[in-house]
């Protein structure tokens, strides 16, 4: 197991194959200020490159996944908004293309830029306090970090459009009978849920649910033909792959799989 904490604001711990990124700002309900933002920025480009790093669980320290960016920064006009905006779009468009399942641990309520951590996950689950909150117009802003992408493929155009026009929140449970969130736990069986989810992923096939991850992102902006010519591309780089060739002699051998150890 390794562990890298960098001045409190980000920890990563590495253990079975998962990388666990957490928020550690609680007192601030995970805020995101200048340093979080940076220290994330390279937390989720160490995890990318990790090969230890199987699948990535996101989450946050306290009651809170993270209540968005910490507004006392605009008031100061802190930091460069090209700086800003590059740090925000590393975050999000790395853990969105990594060829990792990346799973958002929703301990508590995710708003603004927190709210489209969660949501540029491939898995969400959540404890019944959680909530989603795009609360931009209460402050004369419009939408960012891509939740005008993310959001109204996830529940449709009407729902999202209602959320970024009144800046009303999401509970847990319309988020789950929505799909936006996979599954709702108590809060202390959310770590466990997750983590063993987590770990049954990091044992299966890392390119084939790379490539599975990638087929679905590609079809998001294809036609249903190009989506399967892409989905036979992959699926012939991976049948010349080790964990195919395991897969196939697992089966016929009536015995678990081993991927990742031919």
Do not use: H
């Not at 562990?3 to 995970?30: D, F, H, S």
Request: glycine share 10%.
């Amino acid at each position: 197991m390794t562990e890298q904490a960098t001045e409190q604001a980000v920890t990563v711990t590495t253990k079975a194959g998962v990388a666990w990124i957490r928020l550690n700002r609680p007192e601030k309900m995970n805020a995101v200020n200048s340093a979080l933002r940076a220290q994330l920025a390279e937390a989720v480009k160490q995890v990318e490159r990790d090969p230890e790093a199987r699948v990535v669980v996101v989450t946050g320290a306290g009651r809170a996944f993270c209540a968005g960016a910490d507004v006392r920064e605009f008031a100061s006009r802190e930091g460069a908004v090209e700086t800003i905006r590059a740090e925000y779009e590393s975050i999000l468009s790395r853990l969105r293309s990594m060829p990792k399942p990346v799973i958002a641990a929703m301990n508590g309520v995710a708003a603004g830029i927190g709210a489209s951590l969660a949501l540029v996950a491939d898995i969400r689950i959540a404890v019944p306090e959680a909530s989603f909150l795009e609360a931009f117009v209460k402050i004369g802003l419009t939408v960012d970090g891509g939740a005008t992408w993310l959001l109204p493929r996830l529940i449709g155009p009407g729902k999202a459009l209602e959320m970024f026009f009144t800046g009303r929140p999401m509970g847990a449970e319309e988020a789950e009978r929505l799909g936006l969130v996979n599954q709702v736990v108590p809060a202390e069986r959310l770590e466990e849920t997750v983590g063993e989810l987590a770990r049954a992923l990091a044992a299966g096939p890392a390119g084939a649910l790379g490539a599975i991850k990638r087929s679905v992102n590609y079809s998001l902006n294809a036609t249903f033909e190009e989506a399967m010519d892409f989905e036979f591309l992959l699926q012939g780089v991976q049948m010349e792959g080790a964990d195919f060739k395991e897969g196939v002699s697992a089966f016929l051998e009536k015995r678990p799989p081993r991927f990742g150890a031919t």
